[in-house]
């Protein structure tokens, strides 16, 4: 598929692709530069729900600590599974 720059700087997505992309007016995109050209992605609209989270867990203990909890202590070094050499 190929497409034409205007002078405007603006490029027109063929109708295919942004059909397969679910692409609608408004949709957030993301250019990515690479040696060989460039990639376009679909973005998302505002912050990762992961990004508006960071950092508002607040624990008694350490990170360490509370995954012990979690999980059951971890094996000593030298304990559990074998290392491969």
């Known amino acids: 598929m190929r497409s034409t720059i205007s002078a405007k700087g603006q490029i027109t997505v063929p109708a295919t692709l ?5 692409l609608r007016p408004g949709t957030p995109v993301i250019f990515e530069s690479h040696p060989r050209g460039a990639l376009i992605r679909k973005g998302t609209k505002g912050e990762h729900p992961v990004d508006l989270i960071f950092g508002t867990l607040r624990l008694d203990t350490s990170v360490d600590a509370a995954l ?9 070094r030298g304990q559990g599974a ?3 050499r």
């Open 18 to 22: 942004r059909d397969r992309l679910g």
């Open 68 to 76: 012990d909890a979690l999980r059951g202590p971890r094996p000593k």
């Open 82 to 84: 074998k290392r491969r």
